[in-house]
């Protein structure tokens, strides 16, 4: 599969069986997001594995979206890592793990593990239950597993505007 098609062919799989992923696999899920891109190679991604029962009930109070998986990946960032443009103090921690989530979930789908980011979580509740540090940022829950037979696209997964909408050549219009 082209990278193009790979793109086009994941989806936000939200059905998941009870197959867990082996080692081996979620192992090269990692390795994809450590050698993702990020800003001034300051590598401020922190990523929490969580697939033990007792994690995945944690879980499931921190965020109305339910999909048991078997695996979890809770992308984060260390704000006291994470590079900061000089000009605005911008914090490009977000941008960092953003990168990292995105290039594991494509990892994943070429193995034929799904996944749906999940960003509507309750970043309190996150921290309380996975004891983060005030340091480390919450930014996504990539929840993952072996799709459930029944798995299928959202009715958003095709529903992208056309180029033209997104991508200008000379001024940015709307
Ligand atoms: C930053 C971000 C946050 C998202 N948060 C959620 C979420 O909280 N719950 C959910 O079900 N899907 C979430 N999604 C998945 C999107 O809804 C999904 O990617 C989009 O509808 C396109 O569908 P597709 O991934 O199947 O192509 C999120 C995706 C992104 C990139």
């Not at 960032?77 to 979930?105: C, L, P, Q």
């Not at 789908?109 to 509740?125: E, N």
């Amino acid at each position: 599969m082209s990278f193009l098609e790979l793109a086009k062919d994941r989806y936000s799989v939200r059905k998941f069986s009870d197959k867990k992923v082996e080692q081996e696999t979620l192992d090269l899920i990692l390795e994809a997001g450590r050698v993702a891109p990020t800003a001034h190679n300051n590598q401020s991604q922190r990523i929490l594995v969580l697939r033990e029962a007792e994690e995945m009930a944690k879980l499931e109070e921190c965020s109305p979206f339910r999909f048991h998986p078997t695996l979890a990946l809770l992308v984060c960032y260390d704000k006291n890592v994470s590079w900061k443009r000089e000009f605005d103090n911008a914090d490009m921690g977000e941008v960092d793990a953003s990168i990292v989530a995105t290039h594991m979930m494509l990892e994943g789908h070429q193995l034929g593990i799904g996944s749906t980011w999940v960003a509507h979580f309750d970043p309190k509740a996150v921290r309380e239950h996975f004891n983060l540090p005030p340091h480390i940022v919450p930014v996504s829950i990539l929840m993952m597993g072996y799709p459930r037979e029944d798995a299928k696209p959202s009715r958003l997964h095709a529903d992208r505007l056309e180029i033209e909408k997104t991508v200008f050549y000379q001024k940015i219009e709307g």
